[in-house]
């Protein structure tokens, strides 16, 4: 399968798990398309606690730039004991290849706090 052929089913899937009801066809006026009907749908996240780890304002850093893109848990729930490169390697992933909005300063003080604190 190329990967428009999966762009386009995950799309579908989407808008099929997201509640969307499809009226394609009125039965009375025969094949006629009629046009497709969406419904909104809307969900209600639980709040994220911080956890301890990353709670004082030394980690800041690492909340205001890492929870763009993930929960904190994700963040937390990561090999322990890995050393300073996986990290560095990791957040350096993070911004060039994922494209996350960090500078690069903070993307070096993001790596070395995540290397102390969690190895």
Not at 46 to 61: K, V
Not at 71 to 78: A, N
Not at 106 to 113: H, N, R, Y
């Amino acid at each position: 399968m190329n990967a428009k052929g999966v762009i386009i089913g995950i799309g579908l899937l989407a808008v099929t798990a997201g509640g969307a009801t499809w009226a394609l066809m009125d039965r009375d006026a025969g094949p006629d398309i009629v046009a497709a009907r969406m419904e909104p749908v809307s969900f209600q996240l639980p709040e994220e606690a911080i956890p301890a780890e990353l709670s004082d304002a030394g980690a800041e850093i690492v909340v205001n730039n890492c929870t763009a893109c993930h929960s904190l848990e994700y963040v937390t729930t990561q090999p322990r004991g890995m050393g300073e490169k996986f990290w560095h390697d990791e957040v350096t992933k993070m911004v060039k290849v994922y494209g996350a909005p960090v500078a690069p300063g903070d993307a070096e003080a993001i790596a070395k706090l995540l290397a102390e604190r969690f190895g």
